[in-house]
C-alpha cells in the first residue's frame, strides 16, 4: 500500500480515538461536577431529610453576627432537651426575632432549617452544579438537549430555593 493510502487510512481511526478521548474526558468532569455538588448538598441535607432519631424543634433568632445567627432552642420532639443558645448559620435568610423550625446536628449546637425551605436551601450547591455541568454536557459532549435540561434543573432548584426562604 502507498504511503499516502495509509495516511488517508489512518486519519479516520486518530479523529475517532480523539472524539472519543474528549467524550470521555468532559463526561468525566460533567461527573465530578455533579459528585461534588451532591457532596456539597449532603452535609446539610442529611438532617433535614433524616429526622427521624435526631432532635427537632423551633429556634427563635435573637443575635446575628459573623455569618451566624443564635437563639434559645425548644424542643418538638420526643427525647429533644432544650438549650439556651443554639447556632444556625444567617446565610439561611433567617430574620431577628422570627421564630423556625430547625434539627438539631448530632452532637453540636448547630441546627439546620427544617422544611421545605431548609430541603431547598441543603441542594442549593446542587443547583449550582448542575447549572455548570449543562455548559460541559452542551459545549464538550455536544448534548445541547441534554446540557438545557441540566441547566434548567439548577435553576429552578435555586430560584425555588430562593423564593422559598
Known amino acids: 500500500m502507498p504511503a499516502h493510502s495509509r495516511a488517508r487510512a489512518s486519519r479516520p481511526k486518530a479523529a475517532t480515538a480523539l472524539r472519543l478521548g474528549q467524550f470521555a474526558a468532559m463526561g468525566t468532569v460533567a ?7 451532591v457532596w456539597a448538598s449532603w452535609g446539610t441535607a442529611q438532617h433535614v431529610m433524616l ?14 453576627a459573623d455569618d451566624r445567627c443564635t437563639g434559645p432552642y425548644r424542643p418538638t420532639s ?14 439561611v435568610a433567617v430574620e431577628k426575632g422570627r421564630t423556625y ?3 438539631v446536628k ?5 441546627v439546620v432549617r427544617a422544611g421545605t425551605g431548609g430541603l431547598l436551601y441543603a441542594w442549593v450547591p446542587l443547583g449550582g452544579a448542575l447549572m455548570l455541568a449543562s455548559v460541559v454536557v452542551a459545549g464538550g ?3 445541547t438537549r441534554l446540557g438545557w435540561v441540566l441547566g434548567g434543573a439548577g435553576l429552578a432548584l435555586v430560584t ?5 426562604l
Not at 83 to 88: A, E, G, P
Not at 106 to 110: K, L, V
Open 78 to 91: 420526643q427525647g429533644s432537651t432544650a438549650r439556651d443558645r443554639v447556632v444556625l448559620d444567617s446565610e
Open 101 to 103: 423550625t430547625v434539627v
Open 31 to 37: 461527573v465530578l461536577i455533579l459528585i461534588a455538588g
Open 51 to 64: 429526622t427521624k432519631g435526631r432532635e427537632r424543634g423551633t429556634m427563635t433568632v435573637t443575635k446575628c
Open 106 to 110: 448530632p452532637g453540636t449546637d448547630e
Open 141 to 143: 459532549l455536544g448534548r
Open 160 to 164: 425555588t430555593a430562593f423564593l422559598a
